[in-house]
């Protein structure tokens, strides 16, 4: 599944990032392993557990974190 993904994202010439909080940073580790994945694919991540960090730097609604 990630090289398929990996595989779109490079024929599309698009770039991922990652916000994890639960997945404590997994999808950002497997996407760097990829070839090329940090000049051709990812952006880089941010695994944040706090929820101030998520409303203040990320400007995600406190609603959508409750849910």
């Given amino acids: 599944m990630l ?3 990996c595989d779109l994202l490079e024929q599309h010439q698009l770039k991922i ?3 994890e909080s639960a997945s404590s940073g997994y999808l950002s580790s497997q996407f760097s392993i990829y070839k090329n994945s940090g000049a051709e694919i990812l952006l880089g991540g941010l695994v944040s557990y706090d929820q101030t960090i998520k409303i203040d730097r990320l400007k995600i ?3 959508l ?3």
């Fill in 3 to 5: 090289k398929k993904c």
């Fill in 17 to 19: 990032a990652f916000i």
């Fill in 61 to 63: 609604n406190t609603e």
């Fill in 65 to 67: 974190i409750e849910k």
